[in-house]
């Protein structure tokens, strides 16, 4: 090679070098996603705690049913929340088939598929309550399943409950010019979860439930007694009653039940 | 690129040998002028008018004894002939045979011929001739039939003027790169042995980035349609996720232009881009160019010369037409998919090139799904003289267009199986389009000022239906009525009437003992646009939102002074300053979309336009917006020399892109787009063996205060920060007699300012190369060889960089053709994507929805690889006839 095909080469290769390189920034990436019940609890199947009513509650069966979870880039700024339920362009991460979570079970369950995101701050988490797509009118699914016992001094009220969120948790608009105010998805999305995580490239995402809060402000003593010789008291499928309206509202409590984490490839 | 026309009289005769009747006629049209100044090459543009060579003594060719004498069957040689700055003939080749006996005859006689050379300026030049001798077959003798004369041979050697006068014929001629040649030997016996070159003149060129595109043989290798003639300049690729009744997105050396946002398209100067289109400002559609009928672009990859207006960011391209192929060509052709097309073209071979007329009527059901496509088009155009130095020109066209689009497809989905690489996800995307107009050219002299003006009026109708993110946008407002998501399809129709004209005098004068030139120009245009988009619901096509509504009254005005001085010889000075005032008004016929606080007893509803104001008071759904605003423009290029066939170049611009009307507010200047290049450049020219050589080399960059980056919430390009690029292009075109071959290669790295990340969706390494060979059979039928050509265009395109840090994967593509002719007839075989890869026409990172994944799962938020597919191979084959008429 002689001195000009040399050095013709060399700029070349220096062109293709600069040309093709550098990056348009964050990226792209995919980690698996799990639900766990608190660690705290020693024993799967049994978790037991007081709440803000007296009650010592031992909880026998918990299911929730987590349609999907989502990280935005978005801190909210005040207490009013868009009407849209899905804001485009605002999420760094999602976990979009659902899970039903044993909220007894300390260890992690792994969600069906992958969690797909970007490399970015995820300042707000969601968990989606459903069983169908978050903007479907009817869903028959049961998002919590839960049986256990209250006891308020010798007073002891074995419950359960199969609550839903369908059209029974439709809240009738206020404002005869706002009929789109309250469209049902806001009451399957739990948010805004403060949280600060970043996705990374084959990581892990988490979410602990903690079934103590969606309890906290339950008086078990305004259940409605079941019929029987055992008397069961059950949570009504309605917002209605101080158990009932404050179990959902537990369910959508957000900051004292749920708990995102990542943790990074190992 | 110079226009000739050049005028003599002459009669080229000579003694009749007994045993032929020969008639030479100058049938081509190329005259490739290899001169010693090769600066002044091809692709370099011309600043100095090129005279052709001259036919001093010619010798008549002797019909072979042994050839065929059928009358009816004549015969044709074509011959290459150079001629060297001396005007004698130093080689003749044979590139089109008619069996050996006429070829060698036709070889004999013709290197008996002198010539006074080629000229540019005063200077005498080597030069490349075509030229056709025509054998005619002795007439048997007639019975009982009065004794007549023998037809005269009528050598009529190219561009040139015969000593003798006889009757003349009329021939066309081309010098390579100053297309538009029109070199009349018509008589006039007082102005024997004279060349008028009156022709219409192109600007000079703006240094090594200015591309003077001739096509030529190269218009061989297959192209689906006009844009793709844009491959033959460095650093474009082409996708199209639209349609192929869409316009053709544009990448040009690390600009994303779209639809022609960042580059001024026109054809024969009537612009193409689209003023106020809602779909893309500046949308460039060149589907209703036939292909065939183009015959040169002459390309700028930048805003150099002060005649670029609008538009030219990333730069210009202007299509030209003509018809070399002369007669009635009908060319048949069908193939993969269901396509199938038919050409018919007419050029009456008395008149020149730029008198054609052609039309085309197209069907395909397309590759995949969803891809199925129906145009026609026609195009007319007359070229007329004023004066004996003066022509103009009558263009009409029209062109209408059906189709459909698969759009683009999530690389998730195709790969779980959920779709195919060619399937679609919206069945209602694709769109319409139309295209009507007129235009009139004039080109007079008088003294030494070349005068020019043009009016065009263009019609244009659009319709666009586009989805790229599925279920997602549709999000439920307060005021709204319950929904779930209705669907993203994007209906945008668009109707405009475009009313303009340009003109300009430019002047040569003598300084220095050098001739220098000065021009003065304008160019105006009006646009009245009606443009709306509407949502569509998935569900059953009814449209359930109105986005945009808008009626736009657009004006530009421009000015421009341009100088082409040389303080010396070696060197010339190009530049002057253009200035644009662009005026707008736009009537925003749904101006109140929201109200903040509705009145609960006029409660606005579903309604997109709204006529109320807060807690229901009225308003009128419309309001007016105007504003003006002006852009000067300087612009200059320096090119030095040739030294020993090399030419040096440096270059400046500064150019604009005017705003869309959406971006129009009441007196509030509008923000233009506002570009800086800079180029540094070098052509070498010089004859290799025996063919023509132009190669290139440019380092390049471009700061854009406001780029263009893609939006899919939008669904079209977005204003985004200030981008700059930086880069290197090689080009060469290397054309022989039997050969033809164009390649270059581009890298580029195109960054944002403000974070120094790079622009997503720009290719930054570009290769391209387009070959055809062609050369005569060793076989003939009926006296007449069989003639054979085959061509192909490779495409390398490299990963390109994608939002999210990603790169996209490469593009290798293979398109191939054979033909075989002879005398009018061809038939022809052509495979695209011939390696029959499975490529990405184009990828994209964004967030959609489709509700593909199953039916419990969530909508997907956050972005995902989509990509356009490429075509898989397709063959076709074509047949063609010609009846040359008379």
Redesign the interface.
Known sequence: MNRRSFALTLGVIAALTAACSGTTGSGRVTFNAYAAGPESIAIKGTYAFDNRQGFHVALTRAHLQVGGLFLSRVRPISTVRETACVTPGSYVAQVTNGLLVDLLDPAPQLFPGVGEGVIDHGLTGEVWLTGVRIDEDNDPTVIFDVAGIATKGADAFPFEGALTISQNRIVAPQDAALPGANPLCQQRIVTPIDTDVVPADGGSLTVRIDPAGIFQSVDFSQLVPGTGDAPLYRFLDKNEGQPDLNVMNGLRSRDAVYTFSFEGPH | MILFFARRSARLCAPLSPSVVATLLVAFATITVEATARAQSADAGVEEPVSPPLVLEHVDPTYPSDAPSDPAHPSDVGLTVIIDAEGVVTDVQVFQSATAPFDDAAIAAVRKWTFTPAHRGDRAIKSKIRVAVHFTPPAPPAVAAPPVPEPAPVPTPPPAAAPAAKPASTATATVEGAADAVVDTAPAESESDTVHVVGRSTPPSRGASDFNLRVGDLSRVPRKNAAELLKLAPGILLTNEGGEGHAQQVFLRGFDAREGQDIEFSVDGVPINESGNLHANGYADTNFIIPELVTALRVVEGPFDPRQGNYAVAGSADYQLGLTKRGLTAKYTIGSFGTQRLLLTWGPAALDTHTFGGAEIYKTDGFGQNRDARRASAIGQYEGRVGERGTYRITAQAYTADYHSAGLLREDDYLAGRKGFYDTYDAAQGGQASRFSIAAAIETRAGKTTFQQQLFLIQRGMRVKENF?GY??D???????????RGDLIDRDLSTTTIGGRGFARTRFTFLDLVQETEIGYYARYDATDAQQTRIQASNGAPYHLDVDLASKLADLGVYMDANLRPVKWVNLRGGVRADLFSFDVLNRCAATDVRK???LN???DASCLSQQDLGRYREPTQRQSTASMAVMPRAALLVGPFYDLQLSASYGHGVRSVDPTYVYQDVATPFASVDAYDLGAIYSRTLLGAALTARTVFFQTHVDKDLVFSE?AGRNTLANGTTR???LAAARFTGAWFDESANVT???S?FDD?G????YVP??VVRSDTAVFANLPWSVGGDPLRGALSAGVTFV??R??????RSTTIFTVDSSATVSWRGVEIGLEATNLLDRRYRLGEY?F?SDW?G?????????????HFAAGAPRAVFATFALTWEGA
């Open positions: 993110t997602l946008l999000v439920q407002e307060p005021t709204q009525q319950l929904h779930t998501q509705p009145s609960p409660p606005p509803g919430t930086t880069g290197w890298f580029v790295r960054t974070t990340l790079l622009v997503p930054d390494a490299g990963r960089a994608l939002p999210y840090g990603e990172n967030t509700q994944q199953s039916q419990s799962s969530q909508p997907t938020v956050v972005p995902m690889r």
